[in-house]
């Protein structure tokens, strides 16, 4: 055995959610020493469940299986918008409560983001789009495609939001502007294809 002593590097999974009645985005991130890396993302569909109840009964059975999959040290979940529709409101609420009582179910540590905080987290904009969240992620974690459905991305989004404000990262990469530094050539690329796309 060597006499050098390793140090113990705490790990901490997040479980990342963005509650929906339709579509439900989780998106899983493994922080160790500072670092993150992606698990998993993508999104529970529950258009087919019928009955708003089902769909509730689904949620927290799709929650409860992540957790005991991946085992997460936190949970953080996107807080609904608040729009003008008191109905889908108080279905997003509902959405919302079911996820967070799967969490508590296992006793895991919950704690809930606006959704400007969590983009102003990611992109350093508050008002930015879900594509361009989506986009900076793609970069973060080298993900390849572009998901279908900006719900997984979303989700993935509050996970790296909850780790960025437990302040384990260097303050250079919390936000677009210090990305857009460390990352110059990947951010020329990136705005090109924008271009493209918008001159279409």
Known sequence: MSKVEKKTVKEKVILGLDPGTNIMGYGII????????????????????????LKL???????????DEYKPDEVALEAP????????????????????????HREIPITEYAPK???QSVTGNGNASKEQVARMLMQVFTIKELPKLFDSTDALAVAVCHHYQQGTLHSKTKSWEGFLKENPQKIMTLRAKQSTKTSR
Do not use: C, D, P, Y
């Open 57 to 67: 009964k689904k949620i927290f059975e799709r929650v409860l299986a992540l957790v």
């Open 117 to 119: 905080k969590v983009k």
């Open 81 to 104: 918008f608040f729009g003008k529709n008191v109905q889908s409101m108080l279905k997003l609420g509902r959405a919302q409560g079911v996820a967070m009582s799967a969490a508590l």
């Open 30 to 53: 493994t922080v160790r020493g500072g670092h993150i890396t992606l698990n998993q993302f993508g999104v529970i569909n529950l258009g087919k469940q019928g009955e708003h109840a």
